[in-house]
């Protein structure tokens, strides 16, 4: 059976430094993995889609590395700003097996 | 393009009571699926439609059931609420293949009291 864990669970960080979130699944035998963020009471919002043939990905500010054979991913989030203050979520797969989340705030 | 769009966005039922949730796919995404997230919790896959069939579930009891209409919106319906059944209740859209990425809703808030 899939598990996810996402490590730490919360994170504190002020305005402008770069930083990265973590996340491990148990099953290396995976479509993709998919970062989310989760604002407060609301959806999910899509940030970045790895195949599992891709190593990583990008989207502006974001970079998301993938290694099946150890089970990892990294969210890299670079010059964090207020705005990102969220729960990031990653997921693996199709039906998506999530982890809890790190909930992330950035202090001004 | 038109987003995953729920209906209602909050709720309130008691316990034994009967809900009907609702969603509308994405343009062009002919794949719904259902997952509920308990309060501090990641989101636990419920099932999954593809072209109006059920096309996997996750471990919920049969009172949990789905359709998925013509248009590929979908309904999620639970029967005899239980308190543990509040929860943040989304749906997810997609281009029915595996490695297509999932567009989310913004959920229906449903508490049981």
Redesign the interface.
């Known amino acids: 059976k899939q598990e996810?864990t996402q490590i730490p669970a919360a994170l504190s960080v002020p305005e402008g430094e770069n930083l990265v979130l973590n996340c491990s699944f148990t099953d290396s035998a995976i479509?993709?993995l998919?970062w989310?963020r989760q604002d407060p009471?609301?959806?999910?919002?899509?940030l970045l889609?790895i195949?599992s043939s891709q190593r990583e990905q990008t989207s502006g500010r974001l970079n998301a590395s993938l290694d099946k054979s150890s089970g990892r991913s990294t969210l890299y989030i670079a010059a964090s700003q207020p705005g990102d203050s969220a729960t990031y979520?990653c997921?693996v797969?199709?039906?998506?097996?999530?982890?809890?989340?790190t909930r992330l705030s950035v202090i001004a | 393009e038109t987003g995953v769009t729920q209906s209602p966005t909050h709720l309130i039922k008691t316990r034994g009571q009967q809900v009907t949730l609702r969603c509308s796919s994405q343009s062009g995404h002919n794949t719904v699926s259902w997952y509920q997230q308990a309060l501090g919790q990641g989101p636990q896959f419920i099932f999954q439609y593809y072209r109006e069939e059920e096309n996997g579930r996750g471990n919920f009891p049969p009172r949990f059931s789905g359709l998925q209409f013509p248009n590929y919106s979908s309904e999620l319906n639970v029967n005899a609420l239980e308190l543990d059944d509040s929860a943040l209740y989304l749906c997810a859209s997609s281009l029915g293949s595996y490695n297509s990425p999932l567009h989310f809703g913004n959920g229906t808030r449903l508490t049981v009291t």
């Open positions: 996810v479509y993709n998919q989310f009471g609301k959806g999910l919002t899509s889609l195949q979520l997921a797969n199709t039906p998506l097996v999530f982890g809890k989340g």
